[in-house]
């Protein structure tokens, strides 16, 4: 298993520019998240995923747009780029839990991507 | 609104001496626990999980860290640092209700671990 994949690893936008951020997980799992990580911050949710064809807003989820049209990807796209989205993108997923009282489910992490916004 | 504090951005200790990396949550009600690690350049690994089995868990690498419910905390430590466990280090809650396994993380704690 490749796990939790995401290209790019870096990217250089100018200002208004639009792109893609690839996340693609090979673990069958229902759950998938994309995170901003600032320094000093932590990790912030932007949107996360509980099943293809369903998706919904974390803590900050402005000047972005996810789809989920298969149980395997999960792109988050940036429509016009702004500074302020200067970041490490990490997307993340896990197997969603069975029982939802009772059981927790680790979060595996793709390895980031590295976009600054000029 | 449930957070997670982790006292310390920057922590540096000697090779082979103690590590104790704090983690304190709000919650009334014990959440699920989580310590991270992240290495340079890479994502996010998971090192161990308090999940109300035992109060205190081990993880990868030598890692452990005790759930204190009076204390609402979470610390992290290992008895003898290793070059190698110079990282970010992540504490995260996932509170008992919500049904997407959301996360909360703390800011973080930065480890450095000189000669």
Known sequence: NAGVTQTPKFRILKIGQSMTLQCTQDMNHNYMYWYRQDPGMGLKLIYYSVGAGITDKGEVPNGYNVSRSTTEDFPLRLELAAPSQTSVYFCASSPGPSNPTSSYNEQFFGPGTRLTVL | ?115
């Not at chain 2, 419910?69 to 504490?91: I, N, Q, V």
């Open chain 2, 1 to 115: 609104a449930q957070s997670v504090t982790q006292l310390g951005s920057h922590v540096s200790v000697s090779e082979g001496a103690l590590v104790l990396l704090r983690c304190n949550y709000s919650s009334s009600v014990p959440p699920y626990l989580f310590w991270y690690v992240q290495y340079p350049n890479q994502g996010l690994q998971l090192l161990l999980k308090y999940t109300s089995a035992a109060t205190l868990v081990k993880g990868i690498n030598g890692f452990e860290a005790e759930f204190k419910k009076s204390e609402t905390s979470f610390h992290l430590t290992k008895p003898s640092a290793h070059m190698s466990d110079a990282a970010e280090y992540f504490c995260a809650v996932r509170p008992f209700s919500g049904g997407y396994n959301k996360l909360i993380f703390g800011a973080g704690t930065r480890l450095a671990v000189h000669p």
